[in-house]
C-alpha cells in the first residue's frame, strides 16, 4: 500500500509525521515542509516553511519557556501548532505524548486553543491536571482576559502565544516578540519579521509577494505596542463588519457579549444584507434562552449591536480548533 503519510503537504497519523519530522531534522538538506492552513476564511493556502525557520522557532520557543520539556499533543498534527508540538520534542529529544497520564518528563507543557482552555474550566477535565504543567501555552485566537484570570486562579500557568503558519506558529509570548524576531506597527497592521518566517505560499508567487516587503510580513491583523513595548493585537482588518456605514469591531463586540454570565460561548461575524450592506450577527452558545433584544442591550455603542440572534449548542469549529466562520455565515 502506497504510504500516505508526507511532508509535502503534512499529512498522516501523529506517529508517522513524528517519525518523518525526525528524518527531516536529521537530513542534510531536506526540502521544506508544507503546511495546508485549514481556510478559516473561505482561502485555503499551502505555506512553505524551511527547516531553518522550523527550528529557530523550537529553539526559541525553548528558552522562553525555560528549556526542553515533554509536550502533550491534544491539537491536530498536521496543522502548524501540532507540527510545532511534534518538532519542539524531536528538538529537545523528548517523546511526545497524547494523553496527561503518560507524562514521564520532569519539564511538561501542552498547547491548547482558548476554546479547549474555556471548556476545561466550564468542566470538561478537572483544571488540575492543565495546573500540572510548566506552561500551557494558548494560541490560534484572542484569549479573553476574564478566562485568562479564571484558569491562573486555578494555578494554571499561562503563555499567551500569538503567531501564525506563516511564521512557525507562535512567535510573540505574552506580548513579547521571540528571540530574533522583530515587530512593528504599520498603519494600525502588525508585521513581523524574523529567522521564523515562511518562505511563500507554494506555487503561489503573487499571493506571497502581496504579504511580504523588505522581509516583513504583513499579518492583517489590527494592533499596538504600549510604553514596554508589547504587543496588543485588538483584532483583524477583515473583523471590522461595515453595517449601515458604521464600522463594527467584531471581536470588540463578542468580548462585550462574553461579559454576560448566561453566555457559555460567543463569535460575531458580518454576513451580506440588503438594507445594512454587513448584517452584524451574534452567535451565542447560552447558559440558559437569550433573546436578541437583552443581547444588543450588552452591547455599546449602540451601533455596533447585534441585528440578530443565533442560538447553538457549540460554536462550531475547525480541526484546528478555531471558530468556523464559514460555516457560521452559512447558518446566519
Not at 478559516?40 to 527550528?55: F, I, N, Q, W, Y
Not at 508567487?205 to 516587503?213: E, I, S
Not at 523588505?214 to 496588543?232: M, N, S
Not at 477583515?238 to 461579559?259: F, H, L, Q, T, Y
Amino acid at each position: 500500500m502506497a504510504r500516505v503519510s508526507s511532508l509535502r503537504p503534512v499529512s498522516g497519523t501523529a506517529e508517522e509525521i513524528l517519525d518523518l519530522l525526525r528524518e527531516w531534522d536529521a537530513a542534510a538538506d531536506p526540502e521544506p515542509l508544507v503546511i495546508a492552513t485549514s481556510g478559516s476564511t473561505g482561502e485555503p493556502k499551502r505555506v512553505v516553511l524551511s527547516r531553518d525557520a522550523m527550528r529557530a522557532s523550537a529553539l526559541a520557543t525553548q528558552e522562553r519557556l525555560g528549556g526542553p520539556g515533554q509536550w502533550v499533543l491534544n491539537l491536530p498534527p498536521t496543522y502548524v501548532a501540532g507540527v510545532q508540538v511534534l518538532y519542539r520534542s524531536v528538538v529537545a529529544g523528548t517523546e511526545p505524548v497524547t494523553e496527561i497520564e503518560q507524562l514521564t518528563g520532569e519539564r511538561t507543557y501542552i498547547s491548547l486553543v482558548p476554546t479547549q482552555l474555556m471548556r476545561v474550566l466550564r468542566g470538561s477535565m478537572p483544571s488540575e491536571r492543565l495546573a500540572r504543567f510548566d506552561a500551557v501555552l494558548v494560541g490560534g485566537g484572542p484569549l479573553a482576559s476574564e478566562v485568562r484570570s479564571e484558569a491562573e486562579a486555578r494555578g494554571i500557568r499561562i503563555v499567551q502565544t500569538y503567531g501564525m503558519s506563516e511564521t512557525c506558529g507562535g512567535c510573540v509570548y505574552d506580548g513579547y516578540p521571540l528571540d530574533g524576531v522583530e515587530v512593528r506597527i504599520d498603519d494600525d497592521e502588525v508585521q513581523l519579521r524574523g529567522p521564523v518566517l515562511f518562505e511563500g505560499y507554494e506555487g503561489e508567487p503573487a499571493r506571497t509577494a502581496a504579504v511580504t516587503k523588505d522581509g516583513w510580513f504583513r499579518t492583517d491583523d489590527v494592533g499596538h505596542l504600549d510604553d514596554q513595548g508589547r504587543l496588543w493585537v485588538t483584532g483583524r482588518a477583515d473583523d471590522v463588519i461595515i453595517s449601515g456605514g458604521v464600522k463594527v469591531p467584531a471581536r470588540a463586540v463578542a468580548r462585550m457579549i462574553a461579559e454576560e454570565p448566561d453566555v457559555r460561548e460567543v463569535e460575531v461575524v458580518g454576513v451580506p444584507d440588503p438594507e445594512w450592506g454587513e448584517r452584524v450577527v451574534a452567535f451565542v452558545a447560552p447558559h440558559q434562552a437569550l433573546v436578541l433584544e437583552s443581547v444588543r442591550n450588552l452591547v455599546q455603542p449602540r451601533e455596533w449591536a447585534p441585528r440578530q440572534l443565533v442560538t447553538v449548542d457549540e460554536i462550531p469549529l475547525l480541526a484546528n480548533g478555531k471558530p468556523d466562520r464559514v460555516k457560521l455565515k452559512a447558518l446566519a
